[in-house]
Nanobody, 126 residues
Framework: QVQLVQSGGGSVQSGGSLRLSCQAS????????MGWFRQRPGKDREGVAW???????VYSDSVQGRFTLSRDFGENTLYLQMNSLKPEDTAIYYC????????????????????WGQGTQVTVSS
């Protein structure tokens, strides 16, 4: 089973930037779906950015224009660059991958994924 190992995150003031990384323990085919999700205190897990294979990423309305998802196929790594952070972005962030299916379109629901990173805390203070 491929494992996803996250790094990055931490604490930053409002308006600051952070980058999250998610490295797969083995090569993932380029046609797999991947995504970034977050879980804010007292809330359900929600998607913030998704990618289907090597197509252009898709973003939730709440992060559009501030977050950028990128994928380095050679390094088996998914990134989330987060700029202009707001206190409401405070959450545990998770990367996810659908390992066993060729991905034709983005998968937006957490239940669509079968591999998850360990989660990393992002805290944005005002």
């Amino acid at each position: 089973q491929v494992q996803l190992v996250q790094s990055g995150g931490g604490s930053v003031q409002s308006g600051g930037s952070l980058r999250l990384s998610c490295q797969a323990s083995a090569r993932l085919p380029g046609n797999r779906c991947m995504g970034w999700f977050r879980q804010r205190p007292g809330k359900d897990r929600e998607g913030v950015a998704w990618i289907a294979g090597n197509r252009s990423p898709v973003y939730s309305d709440s992060v559009q224009g501030r977050f950028t998802l990128s994928r380095d196929f050679g390094e088996n790594t998914l990134y989330l660059q987060m700029n202009s952070l707001k206190p409401e972005d405070t959450a545990i962030y998770y990367c996810a991958a659908r390992l066993d299916t060729v991905c034709a379109t983005v998968l937006e629901r957490p239940s669509d994924y079968n591999a998850w990173g360990q989660g990393t805390q992002v805290t944005v203070s005002s």
